[in-house]
């Protein structure tokens, strides 16, 4: 199988040195790195370093007979899965904002379809000057993807934003970058609504009732289905986790709210995923004013049923639309999911036993089971992003299935 490829281009920042450790990193990660030097960072770099590191033979301007050169950028431009350019001088940026395609590095950028990834470290007035943010927003808006620099210690004695970010979000944005682009687009033309996270029901002005949901498997489902091609429409509980990029999201406080805020985007879309944790019970009547302490007395607050959001829109269910619903269970996992199965008139349910270590609340992993009423799946322990995958697996064949009928 061929190795996923990545361009790595390195510019004369003094933080060039760093683009060795990417590059072997890169390669450890199982990637096969064509290194592009400009002619200033051959002054900070060797050459014979970035060989040596990424394995291949490196590209500079210096020896490049022209002929060679076309040949050479067209191929490597074309071979690139990712190009990522790290570090980036504000030169480059510039050039790069501008169309001019004068060395080896420029002309491949300009000549590449693959996403291009920039690693911005500068002097920080270099940075912060319009013509830089003006360059950068361009880019930005014909969707090359930057990764800001960050605040430290400049080479120039000075100490601001400017400092190249560090070598492992670099990486990581890269690899997943990488994953981005072998996923299949088999979600294009449809439209997937995913619920996630908690939901806070007030008390008084400053207090409220809410549950363990950090939202990380409905962020998940989300971004997979946008990976994957889908218009996306997230509707999140109050979360610590920052917006997917791409994704339509609309963020809501209580039950109530997400009932309103799912019934309209359930209506677009083709495949509803609710991993939100709705709380089924918001206090009766809520204080206009902070609540004092009772002088030793017991408070009770009494408390009345919410709306069942995924009962509601299963209601509305239209005919080739796929309703999946989550089912968190601390005992009799199979019998309780199922329950929900009929009720909610969901194709199938996810469920989990939230007291098994691995699984539920505020982790990176799941153990799950698919449910319906042919019988059940069980899933070994994976990460919430491969769930999400599974589970969006299903949720198109099902789909299928329908459209097929
Ligand atoms: N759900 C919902 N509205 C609620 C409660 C839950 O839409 N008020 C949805 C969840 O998003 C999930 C599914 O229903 O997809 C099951 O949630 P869960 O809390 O396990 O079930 P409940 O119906 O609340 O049942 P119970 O609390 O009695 O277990």
Same mark, same amino acid.
């Given at each position: 199988?061929?190795?996923?490829?990545?361009?790595?281009?390195?510019?004369?920042?003094?933080a060039?040195?760093?683009?060795?450790?990417?590059?072997?990193?890169?390669?450890?990660?199982?990637?096969?790195?064509?290194?592009?030097?400009?002619?200033?960072?051959?002054?900070?770099?060797?050459?014979?370093?970035?060989?040596?590191?990424?394995?291949?033979?490196?590209?500079?301007?210096?020896?490049?007979?022209?002929?060679?050169?076309?040949? +050479?950028?067209?191929?490597?431009?074309?071979?690139?899965?990712?190009?990522?350019?790290?570090?980036?001088?504000?030169?480059?940026?510039?050039?790069?904002a501008?169309?001019?395609?004068?060395?080896?590095?420029?002309?491949?950028?300009? !000549?590449?379809?693959?996403?291009?990834?920039?690693?911005? !470290?500068?002097?920080?007035?270099?940075?912060?000057?319009?013509?830089?943010?003006?360059?950068?927003?361009?880019?930005?808006?014909?969707?090359?993807?930057?990764?800001?620099?960050?605040?430290?210690?400049?080479?120039?004695?000075?100490?601001?934003?400017?400092?190249?970010?560090?070598?492992?979000?670099?990486?990581?944005?890269?690899?997943?970058?990488?994953?981005?682009? =072998?996923?299949?687009?088999?979600?294009?033309?449809?439209?997937v &609504?995913?619920?996630?996270?908690?939901?806070?029901?007030?008390?008084?002005?400053?207090?409220?009732?809410t549950?363990?949901?950090?939202?990380k498997?409905?962020?998940?489902?989300?971004?997979?289905?946008?990976?994957?091609? !889908?218009?996306?429409?997230?509707?999140?509980? %109050?979360?610590?986790?920052?917006?997917?990029?791409?994704?339509?999201?609309?963020?809501v406080?209580?039950?109530?709210?997400?009932?309103?805020?799912?019934?309209?985007?359930?209506?677009?879309?083709?495949?509803?995923?609710?991993?939100?944790?709705?709380?089924?019970?918001?206090?009766?009547?809520?204080? %206009?004013?902070?609540?004092?302490?009772?002088?030793?007395?017991?408070?009770?607050?009494?408390?009345?049923?919410?709306?069942?959001?995924?009962?509601?829109?299963?209601?509305n269910?239209? +005919?080739?639309?796929?309703l999946?619903?989550?089912?968190?269970?601390?005992?009799?996992?199979?019998?309780?999911?199922? =329950?929900k199965?009929?009720?909610?008139?969901?194709d199938?349910?996810? !469920?989990?036993?939230?007291?098994?270590?691995?699984?539920?609340?505020d982790?990176?992993?799941?153990?799950?089971?698919?449910?319906?009423?042919?019988?059940?799946?069980?899933? %070994?322990?994976?990460?919430?992003?491969?769930? &999400?995958?599974?589970?969006?697996? =299903?949720?198109? &064949?099902?789909?299928? &299935?329908?459209?097929?009928?």
């Open positions: 199988m061929k190795k996923p490829c990545v361009v790595l281009g390195v510019t004369g920042s003094i060039a040195y760093r683009a060795a450790d990417i590059a072997h990193r890169l390669v450890k990660a199982g990637c096969e790195v064509h290194c592009i030097l400009t002619k200033s960072a051959q002054q900070l770099i060797t050459e014979r370093t970035m060989e040596t590191m990424s394995g291949q033979p490196c590209i500079t301007d210096m020896f490049a007979p022209p002929k060679q050169w076309e040949v +050479e950028h067209i191929e490597l431009a074309k071979r690139a899965d990712v190009f990522l350019v790290a570090p980036a001088t504000a030169n480059f940026v510039g050039k790069m501008s169309g001019i395609a004068d060395d080896m590095l420029t002309t491949t950028v300009m !000549a590449t379809k693959a996403p291009v990834l920039v690693a911005l !470290a500068m002097n920080t007035n270099m940075y912060e000057n319009p013509v830089t943010q003006k360059n950068i927003a361009y880019l930005r808006s014909i969707g090359v993807r930057f990764l800001e620099p960050i605040e430290g210690d400049l080479a120039c004695g000075t100490v601001g934003k400017g400092h190249i970010p560090e070598t492992d979000d670099i990486v990581r944005a890269t690899l997943d970058a990488m994953e981005e682009q =072998r996923q299949p687009k088999d979600l294009t033309g449809l439209t &609504a995913v619920t996630a996270g908690p939901t806070r029901e007030p008390i008084d002005p400053v207090r409220y009732i549950n363990k949901s950090s939202g498997m409905g962020y998940a489902i989300a971004r997979a289905a946008q990976l994957r091609g !889908a218009r996306v429409l997230l509707i999140s509980g %109050p979360t610590a986790l920052e917006a997917p990029a791409g994704v339509e999201m609309v963020r406080e209580s039950t109530k709210d997400l009932l309103d805020a799912l019934l309209p985007a359930a209506e677009q879309a083709d495949i509803v995923v609710q991993a939100a944790a709705p709380a089924d019970y918001r206090v009766a009547e809520v204080a %206009p004013q902070k609540i004092k302490k009772q002088d030793g007395e017991p408070f009770v607050l009494t408390l009345t049923e919410n709306p069942d959001v995924a009962k509601a829109v299963g209601e269910k239209r +005919e080739n639309q796929v999946v619903g989550f089912a968190a269970e601390t005992q009799a996992v199979r019998a309780n999911a199922t =329950r199965l009929d009720k909610k008139h969901l199938f349910i996810v !469920a989990n036993d939230v007291t098994k270590p691995g699984a539920g609340f982790v990176d992993t799941n153990i799950a089971a698919f449910l319906d009423h042919d019988g059940i799946e069980e899933l %070994p322990l994976m990460t919430k992003d491969a769930l &999400a995958h599974r589970i969006l697996d =299903r949720a198109l &064949a099902v789909l299928r &299935a329908k459209q097929a009928r």
